[in-house]
Nanobody
């Protein structure tokens, strides 16, 4: 079993930046590690993912050019650097781990989740 703990959320003004962390314990982070976000009255939405072994990265169109996902293998941690934040980025951000082969962007395809961290962007 892997336990995931997110941190780094908070309140920031539009145009600001935050860096989220997803630290894993129990076993190595999955083959794919993702960030999703869940805003009120919306479904959980794919934000970004990284392939643990190669570092290949993937982004939703809505965050391309503003968010950067990265990993630190030694710390078993994945980061999400969020720049040029917009009010529509407000949500609870979750990291998810997937050990099966094949990149997926649906929340149901990730078997392990953290508790989430709130990001609020004020206008």
């Amino acid at each position: 079993q892997v336990q995931l703990v997110e941190s780094g959320g908070g309140l920031v003004q539009a145009g600001g930046s935050l860096r989220l962390s997803c630290a894993a314990s129990g076993r190595t982070l999955g083959r794919y590690v993702s960030w999703f976000r869940h805003a009120p009255a919306k479904e959980r939405e794919f934000v970004s993912a990284i392939t643990w072994s190669t570092g290949n990265t993937y982004y939703a169109d809505s965050v391309k050019g503003r968010f950067t996902i990265s990993r630190d293998n030694a710390k078993n941690t994945v980061y999400l650097q969020m720049n040029s934040l917009k009010p529509e980025d407000t949500a609870v951000y979750y990291c998810g781990a997937r050990y099966e082969s094949g990149l997926r962007t649906r929340a149901n395809d990730f078997g392990y989740w953290g508790q989430g961290t709130q990001v609020t962007v004020s206008s």
